[in-house]
C-alpha cells in the first residue's frame, strides 16, 4: 500500500525544513503510510539529539501535508505515538490530517485527531500515548480520544509558542474532559483500539464468497468497534474501497459512547488511503463495499451519502454478515 507519486512542492519545503542529516527519513513517512516506524523514530532522535516530543512537534507541518480541505482551505495536522515497543522503550509515530467532503454535510468531515488514531489502529496500534496538535482539541475531538483505551494516560502536546516548536507543553486528555463519560459508563472494560474489543467472528449471511474486495470489506468488519449493543446486535461494520488501479483500502466502524463522534467505515477507508495514497497519486474509486451486521443503527445511509459525496456514480455493495457466537 506504498505510492510512489510524485512529492508536492508543500511536502518538500516541509521536508527542507529538516536538517539534511535526517530528511531522507523525513521524506520516506511519504512511502510508509504516513507512518514513521520506531526505529527510524530513535534515529532521527538521536542525530536531532531532542526527545520524542519535541520530534512529533517539528513533524506537524509534515502531517498538514496531506490535508485535503476543498471546504475550509484550512490544514490541520497531528501526530500520534504509539506504545511502546518492550524491550526498546521507543515506538511508531502517525500523522494524520483533516479530511473534507464537497457537497456533503461538514458532520461527514474526518478531523486530524481521528485521522491520526485511526492511522495507527488499521496499522495494528493497541492504543496511543501521547497525541501532538498545534491547538487544542475540539469538544468534538476530545469526546472521540477518551473512547480510547488508553484515554487515562494518553497526554496532549500543544506548541507554547507556534513559531518554536521546540516549546510545548504535555497535558493529560483528562484535563480537557473534565466529568467525562466513556466507554466505562457503558459497563465496558476497556476501549477503541484494544484487540480484545476489535476481534469478532463474523460471516456474510450471503455464504462464503471470494471476491477480494468483498473478504477485505468483511475483514474490516471483523476488527471494528461498536460497545452499543441494540436490541438486535452490536453494530459492527466494515468497509473496503477499491481504486481504479486495483488497490483496495478498507475502514473500521469506531463507534463512540457519546454517539456523534463516531467514525463511518467509509470515513475510515478514505482517511487511510489518504495516508497511503498522497494527493499526486491516482484516488479514483472504482467499488465500495460495505459489510454490517444489521442493528437498529444501520450505517448504510451514511455511507450512500459519504460515497455520493466523494466518488459520484459508483454504486455502493452492501452485504449484512452475523456474529458467530465464541
Given at each position: 500500500m506504498t505510492s510512489s507519486a510524485q512529492r508536492t512542492p508543500g511536502w518538500t519545503k516541509a521536508v527542507n525544513n529538516f536538517p539534511e542529516s535526517v530528511r531522507t527519513d523525513i521524506d520516506r513517512i511519504w512511502d510508509n503510510q504516513g507512518c514513521m516506524p520506531a526505529d527510524a523514530v530513535e534515529r532521527v532522535c538521536g542525530i536531532l539529539m531532542a526527545e520524542i516530543g519535541t520530534l512529533m512537534m517539528q513533524l506537524l507541518p509534515i502531517a498538514q501535508q496531506y490535508a485535503v480541505v476543498p471546504v475550509s482551505h484550512f490544514q490541520v495536522g497531528a501526530v500520534a505515538a504509539g506504545m511502546p515497543i518492550p524491550g526498546t522503550g521507543w515506538c511508531s509515530l502517525y500523522l494524520g490530517a483533516n479530511f473534507e467532503f464537497t457537497y456533503a454535510a461538514l458532520s461527514f468531515t474526518v478531523h486530524a485527531e481521528q485521522s491520526a488514531t485511526n492511522n495507527a489502529w488499521l496499522q495494528g496500534e493497541p492504543g496511543l500515548q501521547a497525541l501532538a496538535i498545534s491547538a487544542a482539541p475540539c469538544g468534538y475531538c476530545r469526546q472521540f480520544l477518551y473512547e480510547l483505551v488508553t484515554a487515562k494516560q494518553l497526554n496532549i502536546l500543544l506548541p507554547n509558542d507556534p513559531s518554536n516548536p521546540l516549546s510545548y507543553s504535555s497535558t493529560p486528555l483528562t484535563t480537557f474532559l473534565p466529568d467525562a463519560f466513556g466507554p466505562g459508563d457503558l459497563n465496558v472494560k476497556g476501549g477503541m483500539m484494544e484487540p480484545a474489543l476489535c476481534n469478532h467472528n463474523l460471516v456474510l449471511d450471503a455464504g462464503p464468497i471470494t471476491d477480494p474486495v468483498i473478504v477485505a470489506a468483511l475483514k474490516a468488519a471483523c476488527g471494528s468497534y461498536a460497545p452499543y449493543k441494540t436490541d438486535l446486535s452490536n453494530g459492527y461494520a466494515g468497509v473496503a474501497v477499491q481504486l481504479v488501479d486495483g488497490t483496495i483500502y478498507t475502514g473500521r466502524y469506531a463507534e463512540n459512547a457519546a454517539y456523534n463522534p463516531?467514525?463511518?467505515?467509509?470515513?475510515?477507508?478514505?482517511?487511510?488511503?489518504?495516508?497511503?495514497?498522497?494527493?499526486?497519486?491516482?484516488?479514483?474509486?472504482?467499488?465500495?463495499?460495505?459489510?454490517?451486521?444489521?442493528?437498529?443503527?444501520?450505517?448504510?445511509?451514511?455511507?450512500?451519502?459519504?460515497?455520493?459525496a466523494y466518488a459520484l456514480g459508483v454504486s455502493l455493495e452492501y452485504y449484512q454478515a452475523s456474529l458467530v457466537p465464541s
Open positions: 463516531s467514525l463511518s467505515p467509509l470515513e475510515s477507508a478514505l482517511s487511510f488511503m489518504n495516508m497511503n495514497q498522497p494527493g499526486t497519486a491516482t484516488r479514483k474509486v472504482n467499488r465500495c463495499v460495505l459489510v454490517e451486521v444489521p442493528t437498529l443503527c444501520s450505517q448504510l445511509s451514511a455511507t450512500k451519502s459519504v460515497l455520493n
